[in-house]
């Protein structure tokens, strides 16, 4: 079955420096979904991409979605500590509206 | 977006015994979805709750350990039953936007079972 992998699983970076996940799935998607985990709390959508190579920037956040549409990026620049948390990829499975989660990699910013 | 209530936020079972996990949409839906949530694990499809007929289940996971009822399209409850420690995770309820593809959670029903 769909397999979607993330690395790093875990990065600790100090407040004001960035920080990048990448996201690789085994099968080419449709489009990508983000999404954040704060400690403790659920899962929030961030953003979804669609097209081949688009890029789409929230404030400090950029999102890439690769020419081949199988891998996914995160970026943060300069990092704040609100964004602690665990950070999800997800792609379609199966049927409308399922979606395969990443591993996930949670970011831990010290101050 | 959805506004997603879940009941219970939390507890503590003993092996087995059973719980039903109820979940509550502030909008009519026609799909409900429960993932789940192991302890510093990513989130795993369990079954898609479908109004009006079974759910449909996911591999690895079975009706006999994971009943779902969905009586109306706002309203799901998903039962873990003969809970073992095995079943100590996170259960999130789940539904879809009306627009787009994205997916709002629940606060998640966090299970111990000793």
């Known amino acids: 079955g769909q397999q979607v992998m993330q690395i790093p699983q875990y990065q600790h970076v100090q407040e004001g420096e960035d920080f990048t996940t990448y996201c690789n799935s085994s099968?080419?998607?449709?489009?990508i979904q983000w999404y954040k985990q704060r400690p403790g709390g659920h899962p929030v959508f961030l953003i979804q991409?669609?097209?081949?190579?688009e890029v789409k920037k929230q404030k400090r956040l950029t999102f890439q979605f690769g020419e081949a549409k199988k891998n996914s990026s995160l970026h943060i620049t300069a990092t704040q500590t609100t964004d602690v948390g665990t950070y999800f990829c997800?792609?379609?499975?199966?049927?409308?509206?399922?979606?395969?989660f990443g591993s996930g990699t949670q970011l831990t910013v010290l101050p | 977006s959805a506004v997603i209530s879940q009941k219970p936020s939390r507890d503590i079972c003993q092996r087995g015994t059973s719980l039903t996990i109820q979940c509550q949409v502030d909008s009519q839906v026609t799909m409900m979805f429960w993932y789940r949530q192991q302890p510093g694990q990513s989130l795993t499809l369990i079954a898609t709750?479908?109004?009006?007929?079974?759910?449909?289940?996911e591999s690895g996971f079975v009706i006999d350990k994971f009943p779902i009822s969905r009586p109306n399209l706002t309203f799901s409850t998903l039962t873990v039953s003969n809970m073992s420690p095995e079943d100590s995770s996170i259960y999130l309820c789940?539904?879809?936007?009306?627009?787009?593809?994205?997916?709002?959670f629940g606060e998640g029903s966090r299970l111990t079972v000793l």
């Open positions: 099968t080419t998607l449709s489009n």
């Open positions: 789940s539904v879809g936007s009306r627009v787009a593809g994205e997916l709002f």
């Open positions: 991409l669609v097209k081949s190579g």
């Open positions: 709750a479908n109004q009006g007929s079974e759910a449909t289940y």
């Open positions: 997800a792609g379609p499975a199966g049927s409308a509206r399922q979606l395969t």
